[in-house]
């Protein structure tokens, strides 16, 4: 029995010896430098907005959700009051990853509409910048991590899209993924009357 309890005590002390070199599973993972990784990837630039702006009536919270990769706080009841697609996805998410050249395209062949993405309960900024770059999404991306917006906006699951009038109100949530081009003017036109 003593002998046991002397081997564990030297074991244990060997291992906590003195001037040893930490093995590299516990040298700590360097954090990526988000700002050099959106320039790399060409991340646009998340629009500057009230921070002190309330919501219409029906329409999106106050927030103060940082702009993927950044510190700068987006409030969404302070957008320009103008018609808006806003896609709720996650680098993680499949159906996200497929839908992701249609919201593309219609950024490329709808005017008259702007366009946000919202990273949600992402724990990679730096994965989803790169994912963000490499599918080509030229319009502002922000972050919700903590899934603030899960009750106002009635994320059920990923990729969510919410409508939004140019009154500001929200005109449609769309769960689940976008099946084409056509589907989302289709929705667009039913719902913010343009294409």
């Given amino acids: 029995m003593w ?3 002397v081997c564990c ?3 244990l002390a060997a291992c906590s010896a003195p001037g040893s070199e930490p ?5 700590p993972i360097p954090t990526p430098d988000l700002a050099q990784l959106r320039e790399q990837w060409g991340l646009v630039d998340c629009p500057e ?12 919270p106050a927030t103060a959700l940082p702009c ?7 409030n969404l009841a ?4 103008e018609p808006w697609v ?15 050249p249609i919201l593309r395209e219609a950024l490329a062949s709808i005017d008259g509409v702007n366009f946000l993405g919202i990273d949600y309960n992402d724990p990679q900024p730096d994965w989803a910048i790169e994912f963000a770059g490499t599918v080509g999404w030229a319009y502002p991306q922000i972050q919700d991590m903590d899934k ?15 409508f939004v009038d140019a009154d500001g109100t929200i005109a449609y949530i769309h769960p689940g993924e976008l099946d084409s081009l056509d589907e989302l003017e289709d929705l667009i036109a039913e719902h913010l009357g343009g294409r």
């Fill in 3 to 5: 002998c046991a309890a």
């Fill in 9 to 11: 005590a030297l074991l």
């Fill in 23 to 27: 093995s590299s599973a516990t040298t």
């Fill in 49 to 60: 907005t009230d921070p002190d702006a309330t919501p219409v009536d029906g329409g999106l």
């Fill in 68 to 74: 993927l990769g950044t510190e700068d706080p987006v």
């Fill in 78 to 81: 302070g957008l320009p009051r």
């Fill in 86 to 100: 806003i896609n709720l996805w996650a680098q993680w998410c499949p159906p996200c990853r497929a839908e992701s």
């Fill in 148 to 162: 603030t917006l899960q009750v106002p906006l009635k994320v059920a699951g990923l990729p969510t899209t919410v």
